[in-house]
């Protein structure tokens, strides 16, 4: 599933939710864009981290390239400060 990913600035901190289930899953991230891309499983980790240049001091930093997620249960949030799109894939475990 291809997900947006909405602007963020250091005025309005905006995650986007890119999973939610309560059953274990394997997620797998694609990023197509040079763009950093925050993520963390708490909405709040990214959104009350925004430093004085508008990136998050909390969560995990991803560059362009594919990710896999390993066991995800819940929630994943991402921040991202430009517009993107982001390809999304999970299965249960």
Known sequence: MRIQVR?????T??????YHD?????????????????????????QSGIDA????QRG??????IYDFLG?????FVICNALTDIEVQW???
Do not use: C, H, M
């Open 72 to 76: 995800i249960n819940g929630e994943l």
């Open 22 to 46: 309560k059953r274990k899953a394997n997620l797998k991230l694609q990023i197509f864009d040079p763009v950093t891309l925050y993520v963390a499983q708490n909405q709040n980790d990214l």
């Open 7 to 11: 602007p963020s600035t250091q005025a």
């Open 60 to 65: 995990l930093q991803l560059q362009q390239g």
């Open 53 to 56: 240049v508008g990136n998050p």
């Open 13 to 18: 901190a905006v995650a986007t939710r890119i």
């Open 91 to 93: 299965w249960y475990v």
